[in-house]
């Protein structure tokens, strides 16, 4: 069976860091993407960062790109988000997302419970 | 960025009914349109993928249908594990985007 589980999430002051984690089970990392969206409190999905299965592709939304870089330890089958220069408006919950068809016809098939980020100081 | 508009935001419906969302996109995406159901607490759960097709383990009640920039997802006779909120998300293009999202709540 498919599996993430995202942790690594805190409260972190604004200007901090934060290293998010996405540890996957059931299937080789190297062979999917994965995406990361996040959902603000009381508010709809935002897509964040994605990597492609080989790795030598990523990607960012305008809202983060700069500040926020993904990574992957094949060897741990786990992808990271390192977050850094963390804003207010950065606080949510932050999924990450088993994704098939990478491409126009990609889709999120398995997604993780979340973890949360709170900025705040 | 292509932007994805659901409605109705809400709906109010009640067991055994039959409800349809509907989402436009702001361009053409062909047929690369997804729905998710987000329940309180939990992580969005895949139901439909390129826009008509049904995730595997998602009841046949669910089905999706459209292309272009018009598509619809619609519920046959609701059960109440339904009550949910529902987004469509556009895979054409980065970034990828979803509709704000329509709550449906018990009547």
């Known amino acids: 069976e498919v599996q993430v589980v995202e942790s690594g999430g805190g409260l972190q002051q604004p200007g901090g860091s934060l290293r998010l984690s996405c540890a996957g089970s059931?299937?080789?990392?190297?062979?999917?993407?994965i995406n990361w969206v996040r959902q603000a409190p009381g508010r709809g999905l935002e897509w964040v960062s994605a990597m492609n299965g080989s790795g030598d592709h990523t990607y960012y939304a305008d809202s983060v790109r700069g500040r926020f870089t993904i990574s992957r330890d094949s060897s741990k089958n786990t992808l990271y988000l390192q977050m850094n220069s963390l804003r207010a408006e950065d606080t949510a919950i932050y999924y990450c997302?088993?994704?098939?068809?990478?491409?126009?016809?990609?889709?999120?098939?398995?997604w993780g419970k979340g973890t949360t980020v709170t900025v705040s100081s | 960025d292509i932007q994805m508009t659901q409605s109705p935001s809400s709906l109010s419906a009640s067991v055994g009914d039959r409800v349809t969302i509907t989402c436009r996109a702001s361009q053409s995406i062909s047929y690369y349109l997804n729905w998710y159901q987000q329940k309180p607490g939990k992580g969005p759960n895949l139901l439909i993928y390129g826009a008509s097709s049904l995730q595997s383990g998602v009841p046949p009640r669910f089905s999706g249908s459209g292309s272009g920039t018009d598509f619809t997802l619609t519920i046959n006779s609701l059960q109440p594990e339904d009550f949910a909120i529902y987004y469509c998300?556009?895979?054409?293009?980065?970034?990828?985007?979803f509709g704000q999202g329509t709550r449906l709540d018990i009547k």
């Open positions: 059931g299937f080789i990392f190297n062979n999917y993407a």
């Open positions: 998300q556009q895979s054409i293009t980065l970034p990828i985007t």
């Open positions: 997302a088993h994704t098939l068809n990478w491409g126009s016809n990609s889709y999120m098939d398995v």
